[in-house]
């Protein structure tokens, strides 16, 4: 079993920011816990190689199955993921904006949504790749199939980096400065311009995005430093006070800051102790 994040080649690492390759195995006598699973920045494809989850929105009162491949844009309401007894999948994050310069997807259609990924890219292109993941030797054999899929888009880009390419970026890197009338300069770009080819690269205005950025950043925070209290780190990630801090986590997690990491200690990885230094999603 394993629960590891993984980087990408060099090759690929201009627009995937990390591979997640999870495999989990539970006993079968008990039903496998539930991973609590608030919004956080991210977007990108997943590969579900054993098993298949299926994911509770709660604030819509609703239950999906997820495809066995699918792509995701950026979420913006909690989730409850339900996984089978053993599981195993590679979450594939790219970097904010990037699935878009790859895929050339609006990222409004992907926003809170997981789609087939058959729908996108074809049956045929998708099975090929999910044959070779289902048949890799070890874990190791993994990440560099994956980049061989990828490098064969990538390659075939003809793409001048503009400033707007690298703005969700440095926003997920500093959430806490972020300021419009300097992020809008800084991409040449009028606020109108910036934000209507912000919304179409990463799905959401810029300062939603911030915000998810900077409520991710606290929560993890808390999480690898749980000697630290909530005042603290909401002045450390830019909160007013700790309300301003409460608000976002109730949005974003559906509860409050405490009650969250009373559940992500409860989360598969973590009962089945498989890596005590995972953090976060």
Same mark, same amino acid.
């Given at each position: 079993?394993?629960?590891?994040?993984? !980087?990408?080649?060099? !090759?690929?690492?201009?627009?995937?920011?990390?591979?997640?390759?999870? %495999?989990?195995?539970?006993?079968?006598? =008990?039903?496998?816990?539930?991973?609590?699973?608030?919004?956080?920045?991210?977007? +990108?494809?997943?590969?579900?190689?054993?098993?298949?989850?299926?994911?509770?929105?709660?604030?819509?009162?609703?239950?999906?199955?997820?495809?066995?491949?699918?792509?995701? +844009?950026?979420?913006?309401?909690?989730?409850?993921?339900?996984?089978?007894?053993?599981?195993?999948?590679?979450?594939?994050?790219?970097?904010?904006?990037? @699935?878009?310069?790859?895929?050339?997807?609006?990222? =409004?259609?992907? @926003?809170?949504?997981?789609?087939?990924?058959? @729908?996108?890219?074809?049956?045929?292109?998708?099975?090929?790749?999910?044959?070779?993941?289902?048949?890799?030797?070890?874990?190791?054999?993994?990440?560099?199939?994956?980049?061989?899929?990828?490098?064969?888009?990538?390659?075939?880009?003809?793409?001048?980096?503009?400033?707007?390419?690298?703005? +969700?970026?440095?926003?997920?890197?500093?959430?806490?400065?972020?300021?419009?009338?300097?992020?809008?300069?800084?991409? $040449?770009? !009028?606020?109108?311009?910036?934000?209507?080819?912000?919304?179409?690269?990463?799905?959401?205005?810029?300062? %939603?995005?911030?915000?998810? $950025?900077?409520?991710?950043?606290?929560?993890?925070?808390?999480?690898?430093?749980?000697?630290?209290?909530?005042?603290?780190?909401?002045?450390?990630? +830019?909160? =007013?006070?700790?309300? %301003?801090?409460?608000?976002?986590?109730?949005?974003?997690?559906?509860?409050?800051?405490?009650?969250?990491?009373?559940?992500?200690? @409860?989360?598969?990885?973590?009962?089945?102790?498989? !890596?005590?230094?995972?953090?976060?999603?």
């Amino acid at each position: 079993m394993i629960v590891q994040r993984i !980087s990408p080649a060099p !090759s690929v690492s201009n627009y995937i920011r990390e591979y997640l390759l999870v %495999h989990l195995v539970f006993n079968t006598q =008990t039903a496998p816990p539930i991973k609590a699973y608030p919004v956080n920045p991210e977007e +990108g494809i997943t590969f579900q190689i054993k098993g298949l989850l299926s994911a509770e929105q709660p604030d819509l009162g609703i239950t999906e199955k997820r495809s066995k491949t699918y792509f995701f +844009g950026q979420p913006i309401l909690r989730q409850n993921l339900h996984q089978e007894y053993e599981f195993m999948l590679v979450h594939v994050r790219f970097h904010p904006g990037y @699935l878009f310069q790859l895929f050339k997807i609006p990222m =409004t259609e992907l @926003l809170n949504k997981n789609i087939d990924a058959e @729908l996108i890219l074809g049956h045929a292109t998708i099975e090929e790749i999910n044959d070779q993941l289902a048949n890799a030797p070890n874990y190791l054999a993994i990440p560099p199939i994956l980049d061989t899929f990828f490098n064969k888009y990538i390659s075939k880009l003809k793409h001048d980096v503009q400033p707007i390419d690298t703005i +969700g970026r440095m926003i997920l890197a500093n959430p806490q400065n972020f300021n419009l009338d300097k992020t809008a300069k800084a991409a $040449c770009l !009028s606020h109108r311009q910036f934000e209507r080819r912000f919304v179409n690269q990463l799905g959401v205005p810029p300062k %939603h995005y911030a915000r998810i $950025c900077r409520f991710y950043e606290a929560y993890i925070l808390k999480d690898t430093r749980p000697e630290l209290n909530w005042q603290d780190i909401a002045f450390d990630t +830019g909160y =007013t006070d700790y309300q %301003h801090l409460v608000k976002d986590f109730k949005q974003f997690a559906g509860t409050s800051p405490n009650i969250l990491l009373e559940q992500t200690y @409860l989360n598969p990885e973590r009962r089945l102790n498989i !890596s005590n230094e995972f953090k976060g999603l």
